[in-house]
């Protein structure tokens, strides 16, 4: 069922979001409202939480999203967050078109944070933002901004990765990186997540036991493990 109890306008700032769980539901972009001076060449009527994840159709839920991120990088995130529901997940999802100006004014950025609780209990943490461009805008700003001196080589404490790459490497991994993010889907697999790493198990414990019990005296083995009597090493 769709929901709008979720979604919401601030009136401070014009932030529109959604904050609720997710499920799965047929889409249905009937009666969504119509466009506006907000919309730029290139927007499309966008959802913040997609109807099909439960989503309204109201203003309360629907911006101006430029076409190449409502086909792109958000539709990726809304497929993996579909993928992970169909498999017995849960999903908490707090979503904001960053309009920091006037209520219904264009939004400039998408933040998407998603808690997932999968099947088998475990949760995990997905966070993502976008910009509110189209494609070819942000290849254009990436290439102005390698095109300048010392763009990859400003001195960035918490990146401890560009320190052992070149400038050239590192550039080329940062394209490589963005173009990535247009397929967000497989963040939403679960994990092989199986539980605390450093338990025992209860076949584990049996088969310990049964060592204890069954071990040799020290008899035959000096007190250093360094061999037995006759020679053979352990």
Known sequence: MHKSEYSSIDSTNGNVSWKGPLSVEKGDHSGMPPRTDAYLPGDEKGHVNASSLAGDNSEANVVAQNKDLNHGGYLSIERGERDALQNGADIYSEKTAIVDSQPGDRPSTFIVNDTVTYADGHSENIYNSFTNESNANQVEWNDMSSSLPDTYDAP?????????MGAEEY???????DAALFNLTADYAPSDFSGDPYAISENETDIADSISDNSVDDGGIDEDCDGVDGGMDI
């Open 156 to 164: 960035n404490p918490e990146d401890n990765l560009r320190d052992l």
């Open 171 to 177: 550039a080329d991994l940062m394209e490589e990186t």
